[in-house]
């Protein structure tokens, strides 16, 4: 219902917006951490990134991020740069204090299982699990034949199984690169499913393989949901909502940059792979749709669906109140129609016994 809700809303937001503006209103410098652990400088995307997407103010942390760095942010993007290196307690705490303040985003982004890429995996699920979220990355990559940048393991993710509640977040973008991405899977009550065949509560799928998909596992653990060799159309990106706290969590089976290649503009680095006359893709601006989204209007519309949700509850309160309005009067009906039938019995044994009991009193 309230997945429902939230596409009447942006609807109704972007309608007003195309009536009553001719360029977007944004919100004044709403602040991103970038924590690409591990690194030394920005790599050439996030270069690009911090250059093209000069409306938001942008923090990098190379080194053990701490409650400090995240003063005022209103999203960040963890992201391994160096994939030995895992994240303390201390850091997870830090993250876990400023996200349960509420109205926070996190993108936490993986790899493949394919060699010392793998140790990304096992991080970023230490990083999921203690935010309490319901998304997981799987111990498997995942190819794709027909949707690629010249090879099976550059998957270009499609957004056609997007989840409509949010299909804005893939307006304008038809492919995004995943290099070598892992699989996103759910974890409820203790168990590990498919998102493609499992509805988890406030998890949506934004992007995926094509249906033809293929399971890779190179290294141990075995996967913990699918089997090396399984086809389909397998969750790359996937997002997370929580309406009571107006918490986001966004999960990719790799990263927007700071690894090998990432989602932001790979034609910037290779046009010749992923330019318009190759193998085209919008990775950049899938992104910005979803920073856009997570630091300008995603709260505005969280609210308003726990607002219409309230007034739902009222409402179903209310109509409970009638239907045992009803209920009464129904048996109060009933209830009158028994002592009229009782009325009347007594008004006829009243008549009998006056007309035959009276003459013999009077003799």
Same mark, same amino acid.
């Given at each position: 219902?309230?997945?429902?809700?939230?596409?009447?809303?942006?609807?109704?937001?972007?309608?007003?917006?195309?009536?009553?503006?001719?360029?977007?209103?944004?919100?004044?410098?709403?602040?991103?951490?970038?924590?690409?652990?591990?690194?030394?400088?920005?790599?050439?995307?996030?270069?690009?990134?911090?250059?093209?997407?000069?409306?938001?103010?942008?923090?990098?942390?190379?080194?053990?991020?701490?409650?400090?760095?995240?003063?005022?942010?209103?999203?960040?993007?963890?992201?391994?740069?160096?994939?030995?290196?895992?994240?303390?307690?201390?850091?997870?705490?830090?993250?876990?204090?400023?996200?349960?303040?509420?109205?926070?985003?996190?993108?936490?982004?993986?790899?493949?299982?394919?060699?010392?890429?793998?140790?990304?995996?096992?991080?970023?699920?230490?990083?999921?699990?203690?935010?309490?979220?319901?998304?997981?990355?799987?111990?498997?990559?995942?190819?794709?034949?027909?949707?690629?940048?010249?090879?099976?393991?550059?998957? /270009?993710?499609? &957004?056609? !199984?997007?989840?409509?509640?949010?299909?804005?977040? @893939? *307006? #304008?973008? %038809?492919?995004?690169?995943?290099?070598?991405?892992?699989?996103?899977?759910?974890?409820?009550?203790?168990?590990?499913?498919?998102?493609?065949?499992?509805?988890?509560?406030?998890?949506?799928?934004?992007?995926?393989?094509?249906?033809?998909?293929?399971?890779?596992?190179?290294?141990?653990?075995?996967?913990?949901?699918?089997?090396?060799?399984?086809?389909?159309?397998?969750?790359?990106?996937?997002?997370?909502?929580?309406?009571?706290?107006?918490?986001?969590?966004?999960?990719?089976?790799?990263?927007?940059?700071?690894?090998?290649?990432?989602?932001?503009?790979?034609?910037?680095?290779?046009?010749?792979?992923?330019?318009?006359?190759?193998?085209?893709?919008?990775?950049?601006?899938?992104?910005?749709?979803?920073?856009?989204?997570?630091?300008?209007?995603?709260?505005? /519309?969280?609210? &308003?669906? !726990?607002?219409?949700?309230?007034?739902?509850?009222? @409402? *179903? #309160?209310? %109509?409970?109140?009638?239907?045992?309005?009803?209920?009464?009067?129904?048996?109060?009906?009933?209830?009158?129609?028994?002592?009229?039938?009782?009325?009347?019995?007594?008004?006829?044994?009243?008549?009998?016994?006056?007309?035959?009991?009276?003459?013999?009193?009077?003799?």
């Amino acid at each position: 219902m309230k997945k429902r809700i939230l596409s009447i809303l942006l609807l109704t937001t972007l309608a007003l917006s195309f009536c009553s503006v001719a360029t977007p209103s944004f919100a004044a410098n709403p602040k991103v951490v970038v924590h690409l652990k591990g690194a030394l400088n920005p790599d050439t995307q996030l270069t690009y990134v911090t250059s093209n997407m000069s409306w938001v103010s942008w923090s990098i942390v190379y080194d053990d991020i701490a409650a400090s760095d995240l003063t005022g942010a209103d999203m960040l993007i963890m992201i391994q740069a160096d994939s030995s290196l895992e994240y303390t307690d201390d850091e997870l705490a830090a993250v876990k204090s400023w996200f349960d303040k509420g109205g926070k985003a996190v993108w936490i982004a993986a790899d493949s299982d394919y060699g010392n890429d793998a140790l990304r995996q096992a991080t970023a699920n230490s990083a999921l699990e203690y935010l309490g979220s319901s998304l997981r990355f799987e111990a498997s990559s995942v190819e794709d034949p027909v949707s690629n940048g010249g090879a099976p393991y550059r998957v /270009l993710g499609v &957004s056609d !199984n997007v989840d409509p509640e949010f299909a804005h977040l @893939v *307006s #304008g973008v %038809e492919r995004g690169l995943f290099h070598g991405p892992g699989i996103i899977i759910g974890y409820v009550d203790g168990s590990y499913v498919a998102l493609e065949d499992t509805d988890v509560p406030g998890v949506s799928i934004i992007m995926t393989t094509t249906d033809v998909g293929v399971v890779v596992d190179s290294t141990e653990p075995s996967p913990e949901v699918h089997e090396a060799g399984d086809e389909g159309s397998f969750p790359v990106m996937a997002m997370e909502v929580d309406y009571d706290s107006g918490n986001i969590v966004i999960a990719t089976g790799d990263a927007p940059f700071g690894q090998y290649m990432g989602l932001y503009k790979p034609e910037m680095l290779r046009a010749d792979r992923y330019g318009a006359d190759a193998n085209p893709q919008q990775g950049g601006r899938l992104f910005e749709n979803i920073v856009d989204y997570v630091t300008q209007y995603g709260g505005m /519309l969280i609210d &308003s669906v !726990n607002e219409i949700s309230g007034l739902e509850s009222e @409402v *179903s #309160g209310l %109509e409970g109140d009638v239907a045992g309005l009803e209920a009464d009067l129904a048996a109060a009906q009933s209830s009158a129609s028994s002592w009229q039938m009782y009325a009347i019995a007594a008004l006829l044994i009243g008549a009998v016994v006056g007309f035959f009991v009276g003459p013999m009193l009077k003799k």
